[in-house]
C-alpha cells in the first residue's frame, strides 16, 4: 500500500498555504476571508505534525504547538465574527470594499 | 539673653502678612486687611524696638567695642570648601538701626495708609504687597551672608515693581515700574558679578570672614586680589565698583536715577515707604556693610562713591528746583540727600576720629528716613485734599491743613538743616567729615545744602501760601486721625532725632566715637541754607511774576533742568537708536531667518513627504495585506539569501 512521505504532506501544506493567500486577497466577503486566514493556520498545523512524526517521533512538541494553534484560531474566529458583526451593523454589508472610511 | 527666635520673627510677621493677605484678603477679609497688616507690623516694631535696645544696652558692647553678632546662622547651600550660602542673621549697629528705621516708618505708613487707601478696591492687595516690601527689607539688612542680601536685594526690586505698578491700568503706572525694575534689575548685574569675584578671591560668601579676610594686610586672599590687576586698577577695586554699580542703581545714584522719579506713580504712602526707608537707602547699606573692604582695600572704589555722591547730590538739587509735580520735587530731594550720605561715606577712613562720615552717613540716612517719610506722607495729605500734583494746583492751603501745614513745615526745615530740626546735626557731621578729607566734595555739599534749602521752601510757599485757589473751600477735611497720627509722630521725630548721640551707637569700627560739635562748622551750611529759604520766601511766598521772569533770563538751564538734564532722552536714544539698531534688530533677524528658518524647513519637509506618500493609505484592508505579504517575503528573501 501506498505509505505517504514527508515530502507529500509538506506539499499538501503548501497548497493550502496558497490557496488561503489567494482568498485572503482576493475575496471581498469577511466571511470568507475569515475561512482563508483559517486555511492558512491549518496549512501551518499540518507542517507541525509532519515535522514532528517524521522527524523526531519521539518527541511531541510539534503536537502541542499545534494545539495552541487551534486554541488561538479559536479565539481569532470569536473576535472576527464580533468585527464583521458589527460592521454589519453599521455598513449594512459584510463587503470589505464598502468599509474603506478610514484612510488618508 | 540673645534668643534669635524673636529676631528672625521681625521680617516673618510682614511674610506671614504677606501671605494672609494674599491668600485670603482679596475674598474674606478684604475690610480688615489693613488693620491685620498694621497690628503685624505693630508686634514687628515692638519687636525690633526691644532687639535694638538689648544690643545697644545690654549685650552688644564688649570691652567698649560694638561686636558683630550671629545669633542664628542655618547653612542652605554648601558649594566646595568654605563657600555656602547660608540664611542667618547678623546683628551689628548699622543692622539695628535699619531696624527701627524699617519698622517705624512702615508701620507710619500702614497707619497712614488705612485712611488714604480707604475705598480702594484692592486695599488687601496693596497691603500684601507692603508687608512683602517690609519683609525684603527687614530681612535683607539682617542677612549674615553676601548672597542672601543679593537675594533679598532682588526681592526689593520686585516688591517696589509691584508696589509701583499699583494702579496698573494707567499706562504711565506700568511704563514706571518696568523702568525701575529695569534699571534696577540692570545695575545689579554688576552687584552680582562682584559677588563672584569677592567670593571667588576671598573663598567665602560669609559677611564677617569675608570683610576680614579682605582687610587684613598680609592675608593669602588679600594679596592674591591686589596682585591681579585688570587696566591698571587691582581686581579688588574692580568688584568693589561692581558692587557699588549695584548700590548705584537701588539709591538712584548718577547715572542710574531715572528710574526714581518715574516710581512716584505708585500710591503716595508706596513713595514714603521706598524713599524713606526702604529701596532706596539699601544701596547705601551696602556701601556701609562692606565699608571696611572699600576703605581699607580699596580706596580708588570709595573715591568713586564720593564723587558719584557728590555730582548726584548737586545734579538732583538743581533739578529740583525746576520741577512742579511735587512728588517729583520732593524724589529729586532723596536722590539728592542719598547723594549726601554716599560722598558722607566716599569721604570716610576706617575707625577713629577720621571714621566720621560712616557716622554721618548713618546718622543722615536716620534723620533722612524721618522728614523724607514726613514729607511724602504730607504730600500726599496735600494730594488728597487737591486731588492734583501740580503745584500750580494749589497755594493758601494752610488754613484748610493745619496739622499738615506744621509737620510739612518742620520736615522743611529738618532738611533745609536749620539748628535744632534733626537734619541739621547730620549734615553738619557730613561736612565736616567732608571738610577734613575733600575740599572740592565739601564745596559742593555747602552749595547742595543750599539750593535744597531753597526747593524745599519753594515747594512749602507754593503749597501752603501763595495765591488761594477758590475752589478749595468745598473740599472735605484733613483726613481724619489715622492720617495725622503718622505726620505728627515723623513731626515729632524730624524735630527730636538729631539729640541723639549717635557716634556713641554707630561708627565705622564699633568703639563709639565722640560727636565733637565744632559750632564754626555750622556757620557756612546755616547761612546757606538761610539764604535758600530767604530766596524762596522772596520769589514765592505770594502770587508775583518773579520766578518766571528769573526761570526766562537763564531759560536754557531752567529748560535742561525742568527737562532733567535730557538723561531720560540720552537713555532713550542709547537704547532704541544704538541697542535696537544695531543689536537687537540684527539679532531679530537672524531668530526670524535662520533660527525659524530651521524649524519652518523641518516643518515643510515633513508635509511634502506626507503629501506625496499619504496615498499608501487607502483604507482597504487587503491592500494593506499585500504590502504586508510583500515585506515579509522581502524579509524572508533578506534572511535567507543575505544574513549568513
Known amino acids: 500500500m501506498f505509505e505517504p512521505g514527508l515530502i507529500h504532506i509538506l506539499f499538501i501544506s503548501t497548497a493550502l498555504f496558497f490557496i488561503g493567500v489567494f482568498g485572503f486577497f482576493t475575496r471581498r466577503n469577511l466571511i470568507t476571508i475569515l475561512m482563508s486566514v483559517e486555511l492558512i493556520l491549518n496549512s501551518v498545523n499540518l507542517n507541525f505534525i509532519a515535522f514532528n512524526k517524521y522527524l523526531w517521533p519521539d518527541k511531541l512538541d510539534g503536537l502541542f504547538f499545534t494545539i495552541f494553534i487551534i486554541a488561538i484560531a479559536a479565539a481569532e474566529a470569536a473576535v472576527a465574527i464580533a468585527i464583521i458583526i458589527n460592521l454589519y451593523r453599521s455598513h449594512h454589508s459584510i463587503d470589505v470594499s464598502n468599509a474603506e472610511e478610514m484612510k488618508y | ?644
Not at chain 2, 497707619?111 to 497691603?127: D, P, Q
Open chain 2, 1 to 644: 539673653m540673645l534668643n534669635a527666635t524673636y529676631i528672625a520673627l521681625i521680617p516673618l510677621l510682614p511674610l506671614a502678612g504677606f501671605i494672609i493677605l494674599g491668600l485670603f484678603g482679596r475674598k474674606y477679609i478684604k475690610n480688615s486687611s489693613g488693620i491685620i497688616a498694621t497690628i503685624l507690623l505693630l508686634a514687628a516694631t515692638v519687636l525690633a524696638i526691644y532687639t535694638a535696645y538689648g544690643y545697644f544696652f545690654e549685650y552688644g558692647k564688649v570691652n567698649g567695642v560694638y561686636e558683630k553678632l550671629i545669633p542664628l546662622k542655618y547653612t542652605w547651600l554648601q558649594f566646595s570648601g568654605g563657600v555656602s550660602i547660608d540664611m542667618g542673621i547678623m546683628l551689628d549697629p548699622i543692622t539695628c538701626m535699619m531696624l527701627l528705621v524699617i519698622t517705624f516708618i512702615s508701620l507710619m505708613v500702614h497707619i497712614y495708609s488705612l485712611a488714604y487707601m480707604k475705598g480702594e478696591e484692592r486695599v488687601a492687595t496693596y497691603y500684601s504687597f507692603l508687608g512683602l516690601f517690609t519683609f525684603s527689607m527687614l530681612a535683607l539688612v539682617i542677612s549674615s551672608n553676601i548672597f542672601q542680601i543679593y537675594i533679598f536685594w532682588e526681592l526689593v526690586g520686585l516688591s517696589s515693581f509691584l508696589l509701583i505698578g499699583f494702579y496698573y491700568d494707567k499706562p504711565s503706572a506700568v511704563a514706571a515700574c518696568k523702568k525701575a525694575f529695569i534699571v534696577t534689575r540692570f545695575a545689579d548685574l554688576g552687584f552680582l558679578i562682584g559677588i563672584l569675584m569677592l567670593s571667588f578671591y576671598s573663598g567665602t560668601l560669609d559677611f564677617n570672614t569675608l570683610i576680614e579676610r579682605l582687610t587684613s594686610p598680609g592675608s593669602a586672599e588679600l594679596s592674591s586680589a591686589l596682585s591681579m590687576s585688570f587696566m591698571g586698577i587691582s581686581v579688588l577695586t574692580w568688584a568693589m565698583i561692581l558692587v557699588f554699580i549695584g548700590a548705584a542703581g537701588k539709591s538712584a545714584m548718577f547715572p542710574l536715577q531715572i528710574w526714581l522719579p518715574d516710581a512716584m506713580e505708585g500710591p503716595t504712602p508706596v513713595s514714603a515707604l521706598i524713599h524713606a526707608a526702604t529701596m532706596v537707602v539699601a544701596g547705601v547699606f551696602l556701601v556701609a556693610r562692606l565699608f571696611p573692604i572699600f576703605a581699607l582695600s580699596a580706596p580708588e572704589a570709595l573715591e568713586l562713591v564720593a564723587y558719584v555722591g557728590a555730582i548726584s547730590a548737586l545734579l538732583a538739587a538743581i533739578i529740583a528746583c525746576a520741577q512742579t509735580d511735587i512728588k517729583r520735587v520732593l524724589a529729586f530731594s532723596t536722590i539728592s540727600q542719598i547723594g549726601y550720605m554716599m560722598f558722607a561715606l566716599g569721604v570716610s577712613k576706617y575707625g577713629g576720629e577720621s571714621g566720621l562720615g560712616y557716622t554721618a552717613s548713618m546718622f543722615h540716612l536716620f534723620t533722612h528716613a524721618m522728614f523724607k517719610a514726613l514729607l511724602f506722607l504730607g504730600a500726599g495729605s496735600v494730594i488728597h485734599f487737591i486731588h492734583s500734583n501740580e503745584m500750580k494746583d494749589m497755594g493758601g492751603l494752610r488754613k484748610y491743613l493745619p496739622v499738615t501745614h506744621v509737620t510739612f513745615l518742620v520736615a522743611c526745615l529738618a532738611i533745609a538743616g536749620i539748628p535744632p530740626f534733626a537734619g541739621f546735626f547730620s549734615k553738619e557731621e557730613i561736612l565736616s567729615a567732608a571738610f577734613q578729607n575733600n575740599m572740592i566734595i565739601y564745596w559742593i555739599g555747602l552749595f547742595t545744602s543750599g539750593l535744597t534749602a531753597f526747593y524745599m521752601f519753594r515747594l512749602y510757599f507754593g503749597i501752603f501760601w501763595s495765591k488761594e485757589h477758590e475752589t478749595h473751600a468745598e473740599h472735605h477735611d484733613e483726613g481724619g486721625f489715622a492720617m495725622l497720627l503718622p505726620l505728627i509722630l515723623l513731626g515729632i521725630g524730624a524735630a527730636a532725632a538729631g539729640f541723639i548721640p549717635f557716634g556713641n551707637f554707630v561708627s565705622s569700627d564699633g568703639s563709639a566715637l565722640e560727636s565733637h560739635f565744632n559750632l564754626n562748622m555750622t556757620i557756612a551750611p546755616v547761612a546757606f541754607s538761610l539764604i535758600g529759604i530767604v530766596t524762596a520766601m522772596w520769589l514765592y511766598k505770594t502770587q508775583n511774576n518773579k520766578p518766571d521772569k528769573i526761570a526766562a533770563s537763564i531759560s536754557g538751564l531752567y529748560k535742561a533742568a525742568y527737562h532733567k538734564f535730557y538723561f531720560d532722552e540720552m537713555y532713550l536714544f542709547v537704547t532704541k537708536k544704538i541697542l535696537f539698531n544695531l543689536i537687537a534688530k540684527p539679532a531679530a533677524w537672524i531668530d526670524k531667518n535662520v533660527v525659524d528658518g530651521l524649524v519652518n524647513a523641518t516643518g515643510n519637509t515633513t508635509v511634502f513627504v506626507s503629501k506625496k506618500i499619504k496615498r499608501i493609505q487607502s483604507g482597504k484592508v487587503q491592500q494593506y495585506a499585500v504590502y504586508f505579504l510583500v515585506g515579509a517575503v522581502a524579509m524572508a528573501v533578506l534572511f535567507i539569501y543575505w544574513w549568513k
